[in-house]
């Protein structure tokens, strides 16, 4: 999540941002309570979209990392089932069986 991402959540979550032009120096960024309130209700609502955010990241993350797993561990298994295949000898019905299988393994995640 970037600083952007958050700035814009906590207006969405009913934040004011700015700056405050000091005469010593640079501007000083603040953030208020659009409401006047003691704040609790709008920082209540940017954790829930802050956490909203982070699940759904995690959630993609989670997707790809399994489907990154999955495409690894079904070409494993292929590359096991045509090793067994050379092992038969070319022109066999077993072989082209195993070789069969191979494709078929690799299909799976297509």
Known sequence: M????????????????GSIELHSGAPLPFVA???????LPEVER????????ERTAM????????HNALR?????CA???ERNADVCGPNTMLCDVL?????AIRALGE
């Not at 690894?72 to 494993?76: I, L, S, T, V």
């Open 79 to 81: 590359q096991l089932v």
């Open 33 to 39: 309570p659009v409401s006047a309130t003691d704040c």
């Open 46 to 53: 940017l954790v829930s979209m802050a956490a909203a955010a």
């Open 59 to 66: 959630a993609r993350h989670f997707d790809v990392s399994l």
């Open 2 to 17: 970037t600083r952007d991402d958050i700035i814009r959540m906590a207006r969405e979550a009913g934040f004011r941002t």
């Open 72 to 76: 690894a561990e079904r070409e494993a």
């Open 99 to 103: 070789r069969g299988n191979a494709a």
